[in-house]
Structure formats: C-alpha cells, structure tokens
C-alpha cells in the first residue's frame, strides 16, 4: 500500500520564539532538499544532495521559495530515518521563528512541493499503525498534552512509558496459560480432567485475573479526576460569601463581591491546582425565591452545578442562625458529597450562633472567615480529601485505565467470572473456554489488537493536528 507524506504545524497556534513544521512519510527528504539552503555547503543541493543528510543531527540554514529563491526564514532542521522517529517513517522537524504567518507560509511550501496536510493525531496514529506504540500509549499522549497538575503528568507518562502495556500483557499470559491448559482438556479429557485441576484453573484465574483487574476498575474515578479534573460547586443562599471564598481559593479578584445580594447571576468557573489535583471550581448564583427571570435563569443553571458536581461546598453565614433558605437548599443537595463551610465566623458576636441543625449531622464542616483568610488552609486539605487523591506511588505506575479501557475491563472481569463458576460447577471445557477467549479479547481492545476501524477514528480525532 502507497504511504503519503503529511505534514503539519506542530506548535501551539500564535506568537511564540519557535514553531515547528512536522514532515513525516517516504517524501519528507525529498520535500526539505526543494524548500531548505544548509549553511554548510556539502549538503547544497548539486554537492551532496539527499544522500548526504545525517540521521537525527541539526542543521543551519534557511527555508526558501523554490519558485523564486526568496529566503522566508533562518532554520534548524533535523531529519530521523525510518525506523527511529515518532512514526517510524522518515520524518523531518523544521524548526523557525514562531510567527503564525510564517509558519503557514512554509506550511503552504511543504504541501506544494508533495505533502497533504495531516490529520488530526495523524502523527500517532502512524505511530500506532507501525508497531512503535500500542493504543494505551497513544492514548496516553493526549493525556500528557492535557495534563493539568503534576500528578495527571505522572500519571500519562507512565502509561505513556509501558506501564499499563506491561500490565495487560501479563494479564493475557495468565489467561493464555490457563486456556491452554483447557484444551488440553479437551483434546485429551480422560488424562487431563479433574475435579482438583477445575477448582485450581478457577483459583489461578480469580487471583491471577480477576482481582487484579478488579483493583484497577476501582481506580479509575481518582484517573477521571486526574484527567477531567474534581468539579467543585459553591452553593448558597446570596450574600453568604460565596465569591469571596472563591477569590481566596483561586487567590485572585476573579468573581465580583459587594454587599448586594445577588451579585452573582450566573456559574462563573475556573480551575486550581490543589496539592496536584486539578479541581474546576464553579461559582453560582444564590438559590432563593425569586421572581426576576435573569435570576431564575442564574438558579437553574445553580441545580445544572449541583447536578453534575463531584463536590459541593454548602456555604452559610456563621454570623446568623440558620435560615429557612439554608434549610431549603440543603434538601436539594447530596449530603454524601458536601462539604458545609461556615463562613463569616469574625463577624460573630455570640459563643456559637450557628448551630449545625440535626439534619446537617454527617456532613463534614469547616469554619473559616474567607475575608480575613482564616481556616482556608484546613478548607483546602478538605476539598483534596474529598477529591480522594491518590497516593503517589500508584500514580506513578501508570494502571489507572480511561473510560475505554475500564469498560474493556469490566467486560473482561465479566467473561473471567463466568469461566470461574464454569470450572467449579464441572462443566465442559468447551463452555469454559468461551469465556477466556472473550476476556482475551477484551484485553486485547486496549493495546489495540482487532480492534474496528471506527473506535480508532474516535480516539485520534481526540489528538490536534501536528500530534
């Protein structure tokens, strides 16, 4: 099959100190040796030509119009020979100054001289398609480029580097021992069958399989969390001192504070990094009887926040008993999941004028004063317990599956149950092997063995183009 060339801008859009132009195909030299003048006159065309080019070294020159010879811009350029580079193919990077115009005027050189323009995860998706990486790994570069904490980095570059490949593996040698043990049954049930190698095989597939796919199913929100990020909703009666907490979260005059009620008429959102775990903090309007229509829009958006939230930060004013609007918000929000932040604890007179009503019992509560700064440290411990972070360690293994990989999973644990139950209850080998195939199966989706043309599409349609 004939391999086109393709090429991309692959650097962030904008101004910038360096852009990249990517090449990558059985073209790419042939398309640099028309458009690049080396500084070093062995590499001029006509006094070494092609040939001459040294794999995965830097050079000095200038990208030309070949039309007229008019320079467009100073450039190190480095050529990888098939099989070491990203794709596996020939690839050129052209490296010049980061201007948007620029780099789409070499762009426009490099498609006109016999590239087509990539894909978007075209680059990868060669990456995959050549054997240099497995799925879990090509999903694992969306997940560095996405990264938003420290931790999420981890995380990507971990799987990124094999660890989650390693993994699904061994998991495929235990199944592929035991199914081959199975068909020796089958071939030769009166020597191999017994009772006492049924109950082993099922004990070797719950402890070498089951389990532990189990434990990393079980991982996969604290993954979620550290690819999408812990989504937190500030939620209240008005002027309880929603927008100054979130100032004092994000450190910065983010959200507009007076002393108004009902400042705020809509979900303003922003993101923190909170002891490595990304956590999107939405502001919302306060909830409470209202007529004005820009209001009610403000307080259904309020209930889309609750609805979707991982968290909830129930604010009140500690300066006052409860009041009948805290009593009504309360009831619209999941107590497994708030946090109750009595806020405006400087302004008390009293010993302890908020009593926390016995319906709000259970539910964690930190007191603070988010004017003065005081206990927002306790608070921001609090909010990273509720994230459930996890430890370091783990996230440095890398076996934290995505969403696609925890449904293989799941579907894997399935298959893997029923040939356990199989075994014990003595039924045929035949039965028992359909269900190890199929967990074979399954674990083979994520590294991306057989798996359909259309699921490939949706993952590198994630990527950008240039990646």
């Not at 919302?284 to 403000?298: C, H, M, R, Y």
């Not at 309020?302 to 409860?322: C, H, K, M, N, W």
């Not at 016995?358 to 005081?374: Q, T």
């Not at 199929?438 to 183009?465: H, P, Q, T, V, Y």
Request: a negative charge; hydrophobic letters at 40%; proline letters at 5%.
């Amino acid at each position: 099959m004939e391999v086109s060339t393709i090429a991309a801008i692959a650097t962030p859009s904008g101004l910038g100190g360096i852009g990249i132009i990517r090449i990558s195909g059985p073209e790419a030299l042939k398309i640099l040796s028309l458009l690049f003048r080396p500084r070093r006159s062995r590499l001029r065309s006509g006094e070494g030509g092609v040939g001459s080019w040294e794999s995965h070294r830097l050079v000095y020159g200038e990208i030309t119009d070949p039309r007229d010879g008019a320079t467009i811009d100073e450039a190190l350029v480095a050529f990888m020979k098939a099989p070491k580079s990203y794709t596996r193919e020939d690839i050129v990077e052209i490296q010049v100054h980061g201007g948007p115009v620029g780099l789409r005027t070499i762009l426009d050189l490099v498609l006109r001289s016999g590239a087509r323009l990539a894909e978007p995860g075209e680059f990868t998706r060669r990456a995959f398609l050549n054997g240099r990486i497995d799925l879990s790994q090509a999903e694992a570069v969306i997940d560095l480029i996405q990264s938003r904490t420290t931790a999420g980095l981890k995380m990507a570059t971990a799987q990124l580097g094999g660890e989650m490949r390693r993994c699904i593996e061994g998991l495929r040698k235990a199944l592929r021992e035991v199914l081959v043990e199975i068909e020796a049954g089958i071939d030769f049930p009166e020597e191999v069958h017994s009772e006492q190698l049924e109950i082993d095989l099922s004990n070797r597939l719950r402890d070498q399989v089951r389990i532990p796919l189990s434990e990393m199913v079980e991982r996969f929100e604290h993954g979620r969390i550290l690819r999408e990020g812990f989504r937190l909703g500030v939620i209240g009666r008005p002027n309880v001192g929603k927008s100054s907490l979130m100032n004092r979260l994000l450190d910065e005059e983010r959200v507009i504070v007076t002393e108004i009620p009902g400042t705020t008429r809509d979900a303003v959102e922003e993101q923190m990094d909170l002891y490595g775990i990304p956590v999107i903090i939405t502001d919302t309007a306060g909830l409470q009887n209202s007529f004005d229509p820009v209001e009610k829009i403000g307080m259904q958006k309020t209930r889309e926040v609750i609805a979707r939230a991982d968290g909830i930060l129930f604010v009140v004013d500690g300066s006052q008993p409860p009041t009948e609007s805290d009593w009504v918000i309360f009831e619209q929000i999941p107590p497994e999941k708030t946090l109750l932040v009595v806020n405006k604890i400087d302004k008390r007179t009293g010993r302890d004028p908020w009593q926390i009503p016995d319906s709000f019992k259970g539910v964690p509560v930190v007191e603070i004063s988010a004017l003065y700064n005081r206990q927002l440290d306790t608070l921001k411990r609090t909010i990273a317990g509720m994230a459930a972070a996890m430890p370091a360690d783990e996230i440095e293994h890398g076996l934290i599956p995505n969403l696609r990989h925890q449904a293989a999973m799941k579907n894997a644990i399935d298959a893997t149950t029923r040939s356990e139950d199989d075994l014990r209850q003595g039924q045929p080998m035949e039965l028992v092997a359909i269900g190890i195939e199929e967990a074979l199966s399954s674990l083979g989706k994520i590294l991306g063995i057989e798996i359909r043309e259309d699921l490939l599409e949706d993952i590198f349609n994630r990527f950008c183009i240039g990646k």
